[in-house]
Nanobody, 129 residues
Framework: QVQLVESGGGSVQAGGSLRLSCAASGFTVSSKCMGWFRQAPGRERRGIASISTAGGSTYYADSVKGRFTISQDNAKNTVYLQMNSLKPEDTAMYYC??????????????????????WGQGTQVTVSS
């Protein structure tokens, strides 16, 4: 049974850092395209970062490029999202997701949410100014 469990969210002041974790079970993270999404109150869920199978390539939304880093630890079967230089506009519920097998493109840009089949329950990140 595939399961994703996020952790690491919390409250931080602007300019601070957090590291989110997504612990996977029922599959190996290196075998799937993995993504991080976020949803702010009253807004649509948006993809912010992805990492392809075996960590071959990464993709970042413009809003987080240069500040966030996605990575994976195969020994812990966990995907991480390191978030630096946090801004109040980063406040959202953050979700980890795993894509269906054999995707041609691993990304989280517009229209790409359809490739993600498995979702975690989310972890809240709140950034105060």
């Amino acid at each position: 049974q595939v399961q994703l469990v996020e952790s690491g969210g919390g409250s931080v002041q602007a300019g601070g850092s957090l590291r989110l974790s997504c612990a996977a079970s029922g599959f190996t993270v290196s075998s799937k395209c993995m993504g991080w999404f976020r949803q702010a109150p009253g807004r649509e869920r948006r993809g912010i970062a992805s990492i392809s199978t075996a960590g071959g390539s990464t993709y970042y939304a413009d809003s987080v490029k240069g500040r966030f880093t996605i990575s994976q630890d195969n020994a812990k079967n966990t995907v991480y999202l390191q978030m630096n230089s946090l801004k109040p506009e980063d406040t959202a519920m953050y979700y980890c997701a795993a894509a269906v097998p054999w995707v041609a493109i691993c990304a989280v840009g517009p229209g790409m949410e359809r490739i993600y089949k498995y979702w975690g329950q989310g972890t809240q990140v709140t950034v105060s100014s």
